[in-house]
């Protein structure tokens, strides 16, 4: 992030993550003014909109259905956008990324690792 661009956030579903999103973004010292929500956007710009992203993000909290049953379509789409992708590490994310070569994978529910992998997903491009 090189100041002059917006760190995007996009925040299709449910948007009352938008407040969490602010916190986190205080607590690691993001400047709110460079963040950006963008609502739901039509099927057809949603490949647009996955490769101007620096890192896509499935954040899936461990359950017995997110661990076992969620097929990971996202993932998926951002694996051909060519996207770097960090995500939960869940059996269904893991079956297809590989930590460090094809994605980063994070413990469930901790965020500071989720933060920290974000900041250095730019490792896999």
Same mark, same amino acid.
């Given at each position: 992030?090189?100041?002059?661009?917006?760190?995007?956030?996009? *925040?299709?579903?449910?948007?009352?993550?938008?407040?969490?999103?602010?916190?986190?973004?205080? #607590?690691?010292?993001? =400047? +709110?003014? /460079?963040?950006?929500?963008?609502?739901?956007?039509?099927?057809?710009?949603?490949?647009?909109?996955?490769? *101007?992203?620096?890192?896509?993000?499935?954040?899936?909290?461990?359950?017995?259905?997110?661990? #076992?049953?969620?097929? =990971? +379509?996202? /993932?998926?789409?951002?694996?051909?956008?060519?996207?770097?992708?960090?995500?939960?590490?869940?059996?269904?994310?893991?079956?297809?990324?590989?930590?460090?070569?094809?994605?980063?994978?994070?413990?469930?529910?901790?965020?500071?690792? +989720?933060?920290?992998?974000?900041?250095?997903?730019?490792?896999?491009?």
């Amino acid at each position: 992030m090189n100041g002059a661009e917006p760190l995007l956030l996009c *925040v299709g579903e449910p948007t009352d993550a938008v407040a969490a999103c602010l916190d986190l973004a205080r #607590y690691i010292g993001v =400047p +709110l003014h /460079l963040l950006k929500f963008v609502d739901r956007v039509p099927d057809s710009e949603v490949p647009y909109w996955i490769r *101007v992203y620096d890192v896509v993000t499935i954040p899936w909290q461990w359950t017995e259905f997110s661990a #076992y049953f969620i097929s =990971p +379509l996202k /993932l998926f789409e951002y694996m051909a956008a060519g996207a770097p992708v960090v995500a939960t590490d869940l059996p269904s994310p893991r079956e297809i990324l590989l930590h460090g070569k094809n994605g980063v994978l994070v413990e469930p529910g901790n965020v500071m690792a +989720l933060a920290d992998a974000i900041c250095n997903c730019n490792l896999l491009v």
